[in-house]
C-alpha cells in the first residue's frame, strides 16, 4: 500500500528537506518516525527539496507500506506525530494508486515569501519573514513580478547544486504570481509547473532590489529567455531562506 | 532620564520574564544588553512577571539612564536589539516622567489567550496556542467568559507564589472579555485594571471545561465574590501557558 503524506515544518532550526548524515532534516525525522511505527527502515519519498530555514505548510512525500503491517492510513497521522519534534507536523496521510510519486505525479507547486516592512521584527517572525526594514515600492514590485508569469527560460534564475547533473531544460511555466498586502509587510505567491533550484528565492531577490530601486525592471526582465550561444546573465540576488514557505503541491485528480 | 521600553518576546524557549539565578530570562537578557551599552549593571522594572513559556507583544519596563550617559532614546532601540536574541525584541523607547514606573503606573492590562481547534496543531504555533482538538461550544464559552466582566472579588482565581506575601485585595475590574473567532480557533482577549497571578490562565481553563460540557457555568460563576469566613473554593483548572500573550499595558495619558 502507498500512502502520501502532507506534512507541514516550521524550517527555523531544520537543516532542510534532504536526509544528510548530520540528521536535524525534515527527510531524517519522518524516516525515523515511520521506522519506529513499522520496526524497519522505510524511505519516503518528497515532491522536492527544500533548503536549510525554509517551511513548509503543505509538502508531499509517498511511502510504500511495508508488507504485513495492517494500519488504518487515518491512524498514521498520531502515530507519527507522536515521534517527530513539535516542529514538524504530518497533517494527512491516505493511500494513493501504487504509481503515484511525489515528485514525478506533480504538475505544480505553489510558493509563498513573506516581506516583513516592520521597523523591528516581531519576534515571532524570526527567522519566518525577510526583515526589509526600508521602504520598497509596491507598484514597481507588481510591475517586475508580472514580468515572471509566463513560459520562459529561467536559467538565469537557477542556482546549481553541485552534486547534481544539468537539468534537460530551464523551460517554465508561472501560471500566477501574486502579491498580498498583510499586517506587516508584503506575500508574494508563485504558482507554476515546476521550479528550478532556489528560483523563488532569485526571482524574490531581484525582485526586491527593482522594489528598492537599486536595478530596473528591464534588467532583471532582461535575465529571461536568454539568446543561446551567447554567455549567460545570471541573477545575483537571492532572497534568504527565512522568508520561503512551500505552500501546497498540485497532483490534479488523483485516482486511487 | 528615565526611559520607557516597549518590549516584545516569543516565551517558547524562554524562563519567564523575572530575573532568576539559571538566567534565560526576559529582565536578564535586557538587563544585560543594557549594560553592555551604559557599561555599567542597570536594574529594569517590568509592568509585572509573565511565566515561563508565556509571550509579550507589548510588555513594558522602565530603567534610569546612568548619569553622564548621553544617547538619543530612539537609539536604544538598535542599540539593545543587536544584543538581544531574535526571540526578544525592544519596540520601542521614549522618555518619560521621573515618576512614571511601569508597575505602579499602569492602570490596565491586556491579555489574549489562542485557542486552537486544528486537527493538527500547525508546528508555527507549537508552544504558541493552547491545542484542543476537541471541539468546543462557543456559546457556552461567550456566556461563561460574559461572567467575568466586571469589578469581582477574584481570589479563586489567583495562584498563590510561594515567596509572596498576600495580596491586600483580590477585587479586580475586567472592563472587557472578547472573544474572536479566528482561522484556526478562538482568541479570547481580558481587559481589567489588574490580575491575580496566573487570573488569565485560571479563567481560561474554567471557561475551557464548561464549553466542553465538564463544568457548569453556574459553578464557575460561583467561583466568583465568595462570601468571607467560609473556605474558599478554588479554580483548580489552569490553562497552559502556551497560549498566553501579554497584549499591552494602560497607563492612560503619559505626561513627559
Redesign the interface.
Known amino acids: 500500500m502507498r500512502l502520501k503524506l502532507t506534512i507541514?515544518?516550521?524550517g527555523v532550526a531544520l537543516a532542510g528537506w534532504q536526509s544528510q548524515p548530520g540528521g536535524n532534516t525534515v527527510q531524517d525525522f519522518i524516516e525515523s518516525a515511520i521506522a519506529a511505527t513499522a520496526k524497519q527502515a522505510v524511505r519516503i519519498h518528497g515532491s522536492g527539496r527544500t533548503d536549510a530555514g525554509v517551511?513548509a505548510l503543505g509538502q508531499i512525500a509517498h511511502f510504500d507500506v511495508p508488507e504485513g503491517l495492517t494500519m488504518n492510513p487515518f491512524n498514521w497521522?498520531p502515530a507519527l506525530?507522536t515521534k517527530l519534534p513539535?516542529?514538524?507536523?504530518?497533517?494527512a496521510c491516505e493511500e494513493v494508486a501504487a504509481d503515484f510519486h511525489a515528485r514525478h505525479s506533480a504538475q505544480g507547486k505553489t510558493y509563498r515569501y513573506d516581506l516583513s516592512l516592520e521597523?523591528?521584527?516581531?519576534?515571532?517572525r524570526?527567522?519566518?519573514a525577510w526583515h526589509l526594514p526600508r521602504q520598497l515600492d509596491p507598484f514597481t514590485l507588481r510591475e517586475m513580478l508580472a514580468c515572471f508569469e509566463g513560459r520562459h527560460d529561467f536559467e538565469a534564475f537557477g542556482a546549481r547544486r553541485g552534486n547534481e547533473t544539468e537539468e534537460t531544460s530551464y523551460v517554465r511555466t508561472i501560471t500566477r504570481v501574486g502579491l498580498e498586502e498583510i499586517a506587516w509587510g508584503w506575500r508574494l505567491r508563485f504558482t507554476g509547473d515546476g521550479f528550478l533550484y532556489r528560483m523563488v528565492r532569485l526571482m524574490t531577490g531581484a525582485a526586491v532590489q527593482v522594489a528598492q530601486g537599486r536595478l530596473a525592471v528591464a534588467e532583471v526582465a532582461g535575465l529571461l529567455d536568454q539568446a543561446p550561444g551567447l554567455p549567460l546573465g545570471r541573477c545575483s540576488h537571492c532572497a534568504p531562506a527565512d522568508g520561503l514557505f512551500l505552500e501546497s503541491v498540485d497532483y490534479g485528480r488523483i485516482t486511487r
Do not use: E
Open positions: 507541514a515544518y516550521d517551511h497521522v506525530n513539535a516542529s514538524i507536523r504530518v497533517l521597523p523591528v521584527l516581531s519576534p515571532f524570526a527567522g519566518r
